[in-house]
């Protein structure tokens, strides 16, 4: 397992095909083994570019922050 961490949000098409992004969260337990916890956001978006803009403008993250899928 990489003890490399996420980025903390994920855009991606789900099983329906609608674009959706996933905020994630990550710790490190005690032997360094990163967790992470995944919440994924009500909102749908019609494109993957839309919903880049909205983790930009919305959640304040950064374009490195953001992980495409």
């Known amino acids: ?3 490399i961490a ?3 949000y994920l855009v991606a098409k789900d ?3 609608q674009v959706r992004i996933t905020v994630r969260a990550t710790r490190f337990n ?3 083994y ?3 916890t995944s919440t994924m956001l009500d909102n749908v978006f019609p494109t993957i570019s ?3 803009t909205y983790v930009r403008e919305e959640l304040r993250g950064e374009a490195t922050d953001i992980a495409l899928k």
């Open 50 to 52: 839309a919903a880049r």
């Open 30 to 32: 005690s032997q360094g």
């Open 6 to 8: 996420t980025r903390p």
């Open 1 to 3: 397992m990489s003890r």
């Open 15 to 17: 099983a329906d095909g």
């Open 34 to 36: 990163p967790l992470v």
